[in-house]
């Protein structure tokens, strides 16, 4: 990739940013504070894309670390960004990649899903149910004909991890609060990547 194509994709990834933070749709179900079991499936789904919103926007805004198994997966706040970059994963033992599009953060996944409905004034295509029992969001998506389901716990009015079922993968989510080391994967993989293109 040439200097110009990176450009190209950061600023595509500022973009996508910008539609996140600006969508908003209109005449949703009211959504409740403390989800319950009589919820309707719109209610449940107007409550999720709530979350889905508080967890991209706090992740943007003040960081967030998921961690899957070996792989973490570090945003930083743009002011803490290196190099005009701020999102990047490591997996052990020593691989390091930029991620260019928020949609690989499982904190704004669904958000980007939402707002880019929104934005094209069609419903999202994202199923949810509300577990009563364990205070779980259940949330079902369909991608070039396979089914992606996922489980999902809350705190604070954001994600806090997403199970995914067919697997079992889990993902903890870790707002703000980064550490050195959690720093020290945007700077690597953006060392390794620049001095690919330079």
């Known amino acids: 990739m040439n200097k110009k194509s990176s450009f190209a994709a950061l600023v595509g990834v500022l973009l996508v940013s910008a539609i996140l933070t600006g969508c908003a749709a209109k005449d949703e179900p009211t959504v409740s504070a403390s989800p319950t079991a009589s919820m309707t499936p719109a209610e449940a789904k107007a409550?999720?894309?709530?979350?889905?919103?508080?967890?991209?926007?706090?992740?943007?805004?003040?960081?967030?670390?998921?961690?899957?198994?070996?792989?973490?997966?570090?945003?930083?706040?743009?002011?803490?960004?290196?190099?005009?970059?701020?999102?990047?994963?490591?997996?052990?033992?020593?691989k390091y990649e930029i991620i260019w599009e928020l949609t690989g953060l499982v904190a704004c996944a669904d958000w980007y899903e939402f707002s880019m409905a929104d934005e094209a004034g069609k419903p999202a295509p994202i199923?949810?149910?509300?577990?009563?029992?364990?205070?779980?969001?259940?949330?079902?998506?369909?991608?070039?004909?396979?089914v992606y389901k996922a489980l999902i716990t809350v705190a604070s009015g954001r994600i806090a991890t997403s199970q995914t079922l067919a697997t079992g993968d889990l993902t903890t989510l870790k707002y703000g609060n980064q550490t050195a080391e959690d720093q020290n994967i945007l700077v690597t993989a953006v060392d390794s990547y620049?001095?690919?293109i330079d």
């Open 127 to 146: 199923e949810v149910t509300f577990g009563a029992k364990d205070g779980t969001f259940a949330t079902s998506q369909n991608f070039d004909g396979t």
């Open 47 to 94: 409550a999720y894309k709530a979350i889905a919103k508080t967890s991209c926007e706090t992740a943007q805004n003040f960081g967030v670390v998921e961690q899957a198994g070996d792989t973490k997966v570090v945003m930083t706040p743009k002011a803490k960004g290196y190099k005009d970059f701020n999102a990047a994963y490591f997996t052990k033992p020593d």
């Open 194 to 196: 620049l001095a690919t």
